[in-house]
């Protein structure tokens, strides 16, 4: 008897092909869809991908923006926005469930939070309420601090045990809706009536003004995003910190306001400064101030050292001088003496050498009575020659004729041997003398540069040329013969000597 049990007729399959065909199906009957909806729980995860969901009223759909759809996106996704999303339907299945993979987001109309705030902004922007000019610098230690948030909640505790733990302040609070209808119109009034403070009121004016809220979602913060907060913040003559939701919260009255903090405690922090912080800065400046100082004396004292280098060794240089006097005044004393001793002495050696004055008398008489018998005998010859005078006139002409021809003779001898050595004899033969055009004589033909100025010299003047650069070939020199010997000159006569001419 058979007792297998016998098979149903349902299809048996695998999870992971139930998962698939059930993939597939989606896919294929849904393909790319456009969902609207609002985003919740979003989250950005350090791989790059944001997990978030659609809701609405009745149901909720999970989606997935993959990190390399991300940089495409028209807008960043936020809690709280109401978009249009654009993507296809898959499923997830390890977990058995359908989610949206997101490729494309848009604001859900023109009617959303978020296109009626950003044209506000666009609004705002263009009429410069948000230019950087308009921000102004937060005091550096205020004395008195206003804020404006609810009186109930933990933003007033959590600024004012900030301030307390930093630097005890006195803080004014003007409470206020944060959220709801008319929060907007009363935090404005807040804003306007701090601003309306007179300084040194009974109601002190404060230094700086806080504008707090704690997080929420887009339309708990509404309320300052309304153009009349925006204004206000704009419009208050006070430094103003816009400190509304968390780091991630944005609001319009962030952009108007003079500074943003991520979070009320940030905004009480940016307000005023811890006193540790203070105490060690003036530290710091105490010990910089006490250093630059030190270094000032320091650089002063080596300046003076160098100096004192520099300058000279007075004690000891009135020493050497005061030494130097003394040593004067001893060799003056001692010189004195000394010298009249030497002169004495000198005196002494010279007058032995003197002769006595009657040998000097004697030998004046001497000599005169010498040159008076010398001038008479010179007397007696003058006289002597005086007659003779006659005789002798009569017998010297005719050795001063002969000293007259000897001189002459020799004076010609001398001009011919000049004429024999003077180049304008040679030129008186016919020959010429080429000089450059400085005047230098040329003694060779290849000594002349062809189309040289020449300077040709004869006997009877000067031509000039110039040369066209042909070389004559050298002549054979000619066979040397025995110079004839010239016959003696004859002896002139005296009628026939020339009279004495010019040397050259």
Known sequence: MDTTPPRANIPEFAVSEIAGAIRRTLEGAFGRVRIRGEITECKRYPSGHVYLSLKDENAKLEAVIWKTSVPRLSLQPENGVEVVATGRITTYADR??????????????????????????????????FAAERKRPLPLLPRIIGVVTSERGAVIQDIRTTIARRFP???????????????????????????????????????????ARGGGSLEDLMAFNEEIVVRAAADCPIPLISAVGHETDTTLIDFAADRRAPTP???????????????????????????????????????????????????????????????RAERLAICGPALLERKRALLHRIAQRLPHPREQVAAKRAALSLLAARQAAAWQRGQARRQAAPALARFS?????????????????????????????????????????????????????????????FADGSVGATADGASPPDPAPPDPQPAEPRPPAAPRRKKDLPEQGALL
């Open 169 to 211: 302040r006195r803080i004014i609070l003007w409470p206020v809706p944060v959220q709801g209808v008319g929060a907007a119109e009363q935090v404005a009034a807040a804003i306007q009536g701090f601003g309306r403070l007179a300084p040194g009121g009974a109601v002190p004016r404060p230094d700086v003004l806080i504008v």
């Open 96 to 129: 058995s469930k359908y989610q949206l993979v997101i490729d494309r987001l848009e604001y859900a109309g023109a009617g959303a939070l978020l296109a009626r705030i950003e044209a506000l902004r666009t609004r705002l922007l263009a009429e410069g309420l």
């Open 397 to 457: 002409a005719n050795p001063v004729l002969a000293l007259l021809r000897e001189k002459r003779a020799r004076l010609e001898g001398l001009s011919a041997r000049l004429a024999g050595v003077s180049y304008q004899a040679v030129l008186a033969r016919g020959f010429a003398l080429v000089q450059d055009s400085a005047g230098t004589p040329l003694p060779s033909a290849a000594a002349v540069p062809a189309g040289a100025r020449l300077n040709i010299t």
């Open 265 to 327: 405690t940030a905004a009480a922090e940016m307000a005023i400064p811890a006193r540790a912080d203070l105490l060690a800065d003036l530290a710091h400046k105490e010990a910089r101030l006490r250093q630059c100082g030190l270094a000032v004396v320091e650089r002063a004292r080596r300046r003076l050292m160098q100096a004192e280098r520099g300058l000279p060794d007075m004690p000891g240089i009135l020493g050497r001088l005061h030494q130097r006097l003394e040593d």
